[in-house]
C-alpha cells in the first residue's frame, strides 16, 4: 500500500486500537489516525464490572504502553469526537470543524448503554457502566458499603451483583424475565446462575419489572410495577447496549441493528469499513448478519478490518466467543444459539464443574464450560463439523472431547 494514503479509526477502544496495530504490523507506511472521544488512551472494558471494579488492581486495563502510539507513528487523538462523516469529499468532520481526510476509513464506535427514562432517572446514585470513570464512580459506592440494586440480570447486572456481593455490600436485582441470563443462555443456564446468585446472597427478584427511583436528589429506593419499595443506597442500570450508529446513520450508510457489512467488514459506502460492537456483519459459516457485543469480537474483528483495508480479502468466520466471571464460577461459550431442542450436560452442574452443548436438529450450536478449563477448541470444532452428534457421547466424560471432537470433524456433516 502507497505511504501517500491515509487510514482514520474512527473509535479509539479496542477494535479500534486493534486495526491500528494490525494495519502497522501488516505493512501499512501511510499516515494513520485513531480517533477516540474518551480521555483515556484504548482499554479494555472486562475488568471494569470484575477485578478492577473490585479494586484487586488500580492499574486501568490498557490495550497498549504509554509510548505504543507514538512508537508507532498512530496519530492517537483523544478526547476527540468525530461530528460527521462527509463521505463525497472523503473526510471526518471533528467537533470544532477541522476536516480529516480518508482514503480509507474504519468505523469502532462501539455501543453504549442503554438509558432509563422511569421516574427518578436522573437522582444521584442511578448509575451505569462503560467506562473506566463509570467504574471508578461504582467502585467508589462499593467500597463505602450499603444497599446496592442492579437492574437487570444480564452480563453487567450479574458481574456487578457478583462483584459488590464480594466486596460485602448487600445487594438486590431486579429482572424482568424469570431467571437471569436468561435471554442468552435460556431456562437451563438461568437456573444455574440463579442458584450460584442466591447461594452468595443476593436478592434476586425475577419477574419484576421497575416502577420508578425514589428519593430526594440522591436514589434512596427502587419502586416495582407490583408495589414493592427495595431500600437502595445506589443503584446501577445495566439493561443492555445499543450501537453507536448516529455517524453512520448521518452518513448514509446500510443500517440494520449495527451497521451493516459484507464478510470482508466493508459497509455499504466502499471504502468504508466497520467492525466490533457497532457491526452487524454478514458471517460465512451462518450465511447471516451477526453483531456480537463481546471483547473476542473486538479484539479479532478490528484486526480483520485492518487486513481487509489492506486489500487481504479475509473474510471474517470466527465463531462468537464470550466469557464470564462471576464469584468463583469462570465460563467460556462459543458458538451462537437462539433456538435449540434440547441442552445436554457433561460433567457435574452442583459442583458447577461442566460443559452445556445446545443441540439444533441433531448438532451441537453452541457449548459453554464452567470451571472447566482448555476444551473452548473442542467445543468450536464440533461446532464447525456442523456433525450430528448423539446426545450420549457429549455427556459420556469417558471420552475426552478432544477426542469427540476430532472424531465428529471427520464425520460426514
Ligand atoms: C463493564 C463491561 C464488562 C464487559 N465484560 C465482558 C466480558 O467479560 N466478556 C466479553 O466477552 N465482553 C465483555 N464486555 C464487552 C466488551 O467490552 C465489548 O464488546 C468491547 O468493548 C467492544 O469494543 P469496541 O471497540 O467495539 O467498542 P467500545 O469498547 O464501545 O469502544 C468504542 C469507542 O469509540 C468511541 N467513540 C464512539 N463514537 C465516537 C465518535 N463519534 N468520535 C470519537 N470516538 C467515538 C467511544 O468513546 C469508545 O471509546 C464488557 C463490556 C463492559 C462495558
Redesign the pocket.
Known sequence: MPSDQTFVI????????KAAETLRSEGFDGRLIL????SER?Y???????DY?RRETTDKPYVHDNGYYAENDIDLRTS????SIDTDASEVVLAGGERVGFDRLLL??????RRLSVPGSDLDGVLY???VE??DAIAERIEAGGRLVTIGAG??GA??AASARMKGCDVTVLEMASLPLERVLGPELGAVYRDIHTDHGVNLLTDTALESFEGSGSVESVRTADGRSIDADFVVVGVG?AP?T??AEAAGLKLDNGVVTNELLETSAPGIYA?????NARHPFYEKNIR???????LN??PAAARNMLDRNDPYDNLP?????QYDVGMEYAGYATEWDEVVFRGDVDAREFVAFWLAGGRVIAGMNVNVWDVIDDIQAIIRSKATVEPDSLKDTDTPLDELAESVAGAES
Do not use: C, M
Not at 10 to 17: D, Q, T
Not at 108 to 113: D, K, M, N, S, Y
Open positions: 474512527v473509535g479509539a477502544g479496542l477494535a479500534g486500537a480517533i477516540g472521544a474518551e484504548p479494555e472494558r472486562p475488568p471494569l464490572s470484575k471494579l476527540t469526537e468525530v461530528e469502532t464506535t462501539g455501543a453504549e448503554p457502566l462503560r467506562t463509570n467504574s452480563w453487567i458481574e456487578i447496549v453507536r448516529q455517524l467492525a466490533g460492537d457497532l457491526a456480537v457485543e463481546h471483547w473476542a469480537n473486538a474483528q478490528g466467543y464470550f466469557f464470564s466471571d
